[in-house]
């Protein structure tokens, strides 16, 4: 089993940065392709970035391309996203994920699943 812990949620006015953890007890991180995802209020859960177990590929949603970079230290077990120019649309609670089966967007192939941390964007 793993168990995913995020922090690093906050509260932030537009334009700001915020950066996002994802830890990992237990189990090692590094054979997983990891993913970010995020829910806000009345929406559906939507992909934002995934890194492949290596770190060698990631890739992104269009909407937070050029702002937003996922990265991993397979040392530490740690998954991170720097987020920066933060809109008011990035307001949502963000969660990471782990799977096997690729660096992918799809959800339904992440298998573990952490909490999640709240991030709100002011105007």
């Known amino acids: 089993q793993v168990q995913l812990v995020e922090s690093g949620g906050g509260l932030v006015q537009a334009g700001g940065s915020l950066r996002l953890s994802c830890a990992t007890s237990?189990?090692?991180?590094?054979?997983?392709?990891m993913g970010w995802f995020r829910q806000a209020p009345g929406k559906e859960r939507e992909f934002v970035a995934a890194?492949?177990?290596?770190?060698?590929?990631?890739s992104y949603a269009d909407s937070v391309k050029g702002r937003f970079t996922i990265s991993r230290d397979n040392a530490k077990n740690t998954v991170y996203l720097q987020m920066n120019s933060l809109k008011p649309e990035d307001t949502a609670v963000y969660y990471c994920?782990?799977?096997?089966?690729?660096?992918?967007?799809?959800?339904?192939?992440?298998?573990?699943w952490g909490q999640g941390t709240q991030v709100t964007v002011s105007s």
């Open positions: 994920a782990a799977t096997k089966r690729g660096a992918v967007r799809y959800i339904p192939v992440y298998d573990y």
């Open positions: 237990g189990r090692t991180l590094s054979s997983y392709d």
């Open positions: 890194i492949s177990w290596r770190g060698g590929s990631t």
